[in-house]
């Protein structure tokens, strides 16, 4: 099933994907380090997307897919991958999926986790 790629003015959320990564710190635990991302404008829309079997999940519990215009070597599907975030609206997303929207090479869908506020 193909999902509707976005109209014009659809993407009017403003959004930084950044590389996420911990490093270690001097008390033995790891501190989270993010670069300086690539802005963007997304579209972002809560979905429920838990797979459970039985009483148990399953699946990685994805809780919102931000659209975004693919851009290569920024926002393509082999660019934007699980070491990164997404950041929109004074939330942060981390990323668990990243397709190529109906496999037009024009927008790249983002399946992510909600984290909470930065």
């Known amino acids: 099933m ?3 790629e976005p109209g014009a003015g659809e993407l009017n959320r403003r959004a930084l994907i950044r590389k996420w990564e911990d490093v270690p710190n001097a008390a033995f635990g790891l501190d989270q380090t993010f670069d300086a991302g690539f ?3 997304a579209s972002v829309e809560p979905i429920g997307g838990a ?20 851009v290569a070597g920024k926002t393509d599907p082999a660019s934007v991958t699980a070491e990164h975030v ?3 609206g004074g939330m942060r997303y981390r990323v668990r999926r ?21």
């Open 51 to 70: 797979t459970y079997y039985g009483a148990k999940q399953t699946g990685d519990q994805v809780t919102h897919r931000i659209i975004v215009r693919r």
């Open 86 to 88: 997404v950041e929109i």
């Open 2 to 4: 193909a999902m509707r």
């Open 39 to 41: 802005a963007c404008w």
């Open 98 to 118: 990243v397709t190529d929207m109906n496999d037009g090479r024009r927008f790249t869908a983002i399946e992510a986790e909600e984290m909470g506020a930065i």
